[in-house]
C-alpha cells in the first residue's frame, strides 16, 4: 500500500471509518493517482432498467403478513382498513413498483377462495408453514386465519401504488380453479358471479393483475415435478386464459440457482408442442438464496448456514462472493434460453433473492425465517440490484425476499414496534435507477485478498451500475473490503457534471443493524459533492454502498 493510501485508511479509519465519502481537492479529469477507477459510458446504452427489478415479495409465512402487513382495523396500531399504516408510507417513499403474494411455498397450499368474502366466514385452515414453525411461534402463523385474502392485498398494492404479482397454485388445485381466480380479479364489474363476490367486499372495478406465476418451486414445494413434467402442467394452466382484455404476462417457475438442467429441460419440453408455445411465457422465475458459509467443510443447507449477527471479515466476503453468483446465474440461463428461444423473447424474473441465515437474530422471537439484516446485508444487497441494472435486456423483474420480518427483510414490525433495515435503506437509495437507461461502466480496482481458512481468496474490489434519465445520472458503487477505503476516480465520458450530490451508507462497525430499540442506528447520510467538469476523485469507504447524483450539462 502506498503511504497516501495508507494515510487515507487511518484517517478515515480514526474519524470512525467515514460517514460519507469525501473528495479530495482534485478536479483534473485524468486524475492517475487513485487506485481505482470507474468509467461511465454516456454513449454505450444497455436498455432501460424495469423499475419492476426493485419488487418485493409477501407470503402468509411467520411473522410477514400477520403482525408485519397486517395488524387488524381494531387494532391501536395506526392501520388503513388494517394495512399497518408505516409499512405503506415507508414503501411510497421507495416507489415500490411490485409485491409477489402469497407465496412462495404456501401459494401451492393456498385456496383463494379460502380468503375472499366476508372476512366473518372465512374458513380456518393450517399454514404450509405449520409444522417448521417454531415452538414458540404464535397460533396466528400456525393457523391460516384467511383475514388478509386477495382483496386485502389488492387494498395494500394501492396503498403503495404498486402492482400486483399474484402466485397461483400448480400443485394441489386445477387449472380451472387458477382461470377462476383470474375471473375473480379481471372480470369487468358487474359481468359475472366472481364479478358480483369482488363487488360485495369492495370493488367492482377489476382488480387489472397482469402478473402470474404458474406455480412455485414446482421441483421441490410446488410438486416435485421433473422439467419435462412441470412443462407439460404449465402447457395445460397457460392454455386459454381467460384475458377480459387486460395483458396476461405468465411466469413459469424457473430453476433453483445454477440447476441449468431444468432451464434446459423446461423449454425442450414445452416447444415440443411448437414454437408458438413461447408465446404463452412472458419470463421464467430464478431463485437464488446465498446461504452457504460452511468455507467448503460444510455444504448441506442447514449445517453450512451462517449467523446474521456474529460473523468475522471471512463470513463477509464469503457472503457476498455466495451473492455475487447471480450474475453467472443470470448470463448462463439467459444463454440456456437462448438456444429455444434465439429472440431472447422470454425474460428472467429473479422472484426469490437474499441471504439465508440460521434462527437467532429474531427481532420478535418465534418468527419463522425472521432475521435481523446488518450492514453486510445492505451490502450485499446493493451488490444484487447493481447487477440487475447491468443486464436489463434479461431481468425484467426480481424481487427481494422478503419484504418485512422475514430473510432479507426491508423492514422489521412487532405489534407498535416499527423499524427499517439497512436493505430498507439500500432499497430506498437505489430508487433513482427505476426506468432509467442503463450505461456500460468499465471498472477496475485492486482485489480483496483474504484467508479462507488457510487457503488464500479473493473477491473483487469494486462493483456498481449506472443509469441515465434525461441530464440526470445516477451512479451506484459498492467498496466491499472490511477495513481499506478506496480512493476512485469516476470518469463520465461524453458529458460535463454540472451538480453533484452523494449519499453513503456506512459504519465503523461491519456488524452495525437497525432494532426496535435503536431504529437509526445506521443511516444514509447525504452531502454536496465538489464535482465539476469530465470526472472527479473521491473515497469509498470501507464497507459502504455510495449513490452518486450528477447533474450533467
Ligand atoms: O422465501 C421462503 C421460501 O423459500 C419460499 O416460500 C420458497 O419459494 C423458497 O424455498
Given at each position: 500500500m502506498t503511504r497516501r493510501r495508507e494515510f487515507l485508511r487511518n484517517t478515515l479509519l480514526a474519524t470512525g471509518a467515514a460517514a460519507c465519502s469525501r473528495v479530495l481537492p482534485l478536479a483534473a479529469a485524468e486524475d492517475s493517482s487513485a487506485d481505482s477507477r470507474f468509467e461511465i459510458l454516456l454513449d454505450e446504452p444497455l436498455g432501460i432498467i424495469s423499475p419492476n427489478i426493485y419488487g418485493h415479495f409477501s407470503e402468509h409465512l411467520g411473522g410477514v403478513i400477520y403482525d408485519g402487513i397486517w395488524v387488524g382495523e381494531k387494532s391501536a396500531i395506526p392501520n388503513v382498513k388494517g394495512i399497518r399504516k408505516r409499512l405503506v408510507e415507508e414503501m411510497r417513499k421507495i416507489q415500490a413498483p411490485v409485491v409477489r403474494y402469497p407465496g412462495g411455498c404456501f401459494a401451492d397450499s393456498y385456496n383463494w377462495r379460502d380468503g375472499v368474502g366476508p372476512s366473518s366466514q372465512r374458513p380456518k385452515r393450517t399454514n404450509f408453514w405449520m409444522d417448521a414453525e417454531p415452538k414458540n411461534a404464535p397460533a396466528a402463523h400456525k393457523y391460516e386465519s384467511n383475514q388478509f385474502g386477495t382483496g386485502e392485498f389488492m387494498q395494500f398494492c394501492r396503498l403503495i401504488g404498486c402492482q400486483p404479482y399474484l402466485a397461483a397454485n400448480l400443485r394441489s388445485l386445477t387449472p380451472e380453479d387458477f382461470y377462476r381466480w383470474v375471473e375473480y380479479c379481471n372480470s369487468p364489474a358487474g359481468s359475472t358471479t366472481l364479478a358480483e363476490m369482488r363487488a360485495a367486499t369492495g370493488s367492482s372495478e377489476p382488480y387489472g393483475v397482469r402478473f402470474w406465476g404458474v406455480g412455485n418451486e414446482s421441483w421441490g414445494c410446488g410438486g416435485n415435478f421433473t422439467p419435462q413434467e412441470y412443462a407439460v402442467e404449465f402447457r395445460r394452466f397457460a392454455?386459454?386464459?381467460?384475458?377480459?382484455?387486460?395483458?396476461?404476462?405468465?411466469?413459469?417457475?424457473?430453476?433453483?440457482?445454477?440447476?441449468?438442467?431444468?432451464?434446459?429441460?423446461?423449454?425442450?419440453?414445452?416447444?415440443?408442442?411448437?414454437?408458438?408455445?413461447?408465446?404463452?411465457?412472458?419470463?421464467?422465475?430464478?431463485?437464488?438464496?446465498?446461504?452457504?458459509?460452511?468455507?467448503?467443510?460444510?455444504?448441506?443447507?442447514?449445517?453450512?448456514?451462517?449467523?446474521?449477527?456474529?460473523?468475522?471479515?471471512?463470513?463477509?466476503?464469503?457472503?457476498?462472493?455466495?451473492?455475487?453468483?447471480?450474475?453467472?446465474?443470470?448470463?448462463?440461463?439467459?444463454?440456456?434460453?437462448?438456444?429455444?428461444?434465439?429472440?431472447?423473447?422470454?425474460?428472467?424474473?429473479?422472484?426469490?433473492?437474499?441471504?439465508?441465515?440460521?434462527?437467532?437474530?429474531?427481532?420478535?422471537?418465534?418468527?419463522?425465517?425472521?432475521?435481523?439484516?446488518?450492514?453486510?446485508?445492505?451490502?450485499?444487497?446493493?451488490?444484487?440490484?447493481?447487477?440487475?441494472?447491468?443486464?436489463?435486456?434479461?431481468?425484467?423483474?426480481?424481487?427481494?425476499?422478503?419484504?418485512?420480518?422475514?430473510?432479507?427483510?426491508?423492514?422489521?414490525?412487532?405489534?407498535?414496534?416499527?423499524?427499517?433495515?439497512?436493505?430498507?435503506?439500500?432499497?430506498?437509495?437505489?430508487?433513482?435507477?427505476?426506468?432509467?437507461?442503463?450505461?456500460?461502466?468499465?471498472?477496475?480496482?485492486?482485489?480483496?485478498?483474504?484467508?479462507?481458512?488457510?487457503?488464500?481468496?479473493?473477491?473483487?474490489?469494486?462493483?456498481?451500475?449506472?443509469?441515465?434519465?434525461?441530464?440526470?445520472?445516477?451512479?451506484?458503487?459498492?467498496?466491499?473490503?472490511?477495513?481499506?477505503?478506496?480512493?476512485?476516480?469516476?470518469?463520465?465520458?461524453?458529458?460535463?457534471?454540472?451538480?453533484?450530490?452523494l449519499t453513503t451508507l456506512t459504519s465503523a462497525d461491519i456488524h452495525a443493524h437497525n432494532s426496535f430499540a435503536q431504529p437509526a442506528a445506521l443511516e444514509p447520510h447525504t452531502h454536496a459533492l465538489d464535482a465539476k467538469g469530465r470526472g472527479f476523485t473521491t473515497i469509498l469507504p470501507p464497507a459502504s454502498v455510495t449513490r452518486f447524483d450528477l447533474g450533467l450539462s
Open positions: 392454455t386459454w386464459v381467460p384475458r377480459y382484455g387486460q395483458e396476461l404476462s405468465l411466469i413459469a417457475s424457473g430453476p433453483d440457482s445454477g440447476e441449468w438442467s431444468w432451464t434446459r429441460g423446461f423449454f425442450e419440453e414445452l416447444l415440443r408442442k411448437g414454437k408458438e408455445q413461447l408465446n404463452s411465457v412472458y419470463g421464467l422465475s430464478l431463485h437464488h438464496y446465498a446461504a452457504n458459509l460452511g468455507r467448503g467443510k460444510a455444504s448441506g443447507w442447514e449445517e453450512s448456514k451462517g449467523d446474521a449477527l456474529h460473523f468475522d471479515p471471512v463470513d463477509w466476503y464469503e457472503l457476498l462472493r455466495e451473492g455475487q453468483r447471480m450474475e453467472t446465474l443470470i448470463e448462463n440461463h439467459w444463454r440456456i434460453l437462448g438456444e429455444t428461444d434465439s429472440a431472447n423473447r422470454v425474460k428472467l424474473i429473479v422472484d426469490e433473492w437474499g441471504p439465508w441465515y440460521r434462527a437467532g437474530s429474531e427481532a420478535t422471537p418465534g418468527d419463522l425465517f425472521e432475521q435481523t439484516p446488518t450492514l453486510r446485508d445492505a451490502v450485499f444487497s446493493a451488490m444484487n440490484l447493481d447487477i440487475f441494472n447491468r443486464h436489463p435486456e434479461k431481468v425484467a423483474m426480481a424481487n427481494c425476499a422478503q419484504l418485512i420480518n422475514c430473510l432479507n427483510s426491508l423492514y422489521l414490525a412487532h405489534e407498535d414496534h416499527f423499524c427499517v433495515t439497512p436493505v430498507g435503506h439500500v432499497f430506498a437509495m437505489y430508487a433513482a435507477h427505476q426506468g432509467g437507461q442503463s450505461l456500460r461502466t468499465v471498472i477496475s480496482a485492486p482485489a480483496v485478498h483474504y484467508d479462507r481458512d488457510a487457503q488464500p481468496a479473493t473477491f473483487w474490489g469494486l462493483q456498481g451500475s449506472a443509469s441515465l434519465r434525461g441530464k440526470q445520472l445516477v451512479v451506484t458503487a459498492v467498496n466491499p473490503h472490511v477495513s481499506e477505503p478506496r480512493e476512485t476516480f469516476f470518469s463520465i465520458r461524453g458529458a460535463s457534471i454540472a451538480t453533484a450530490a
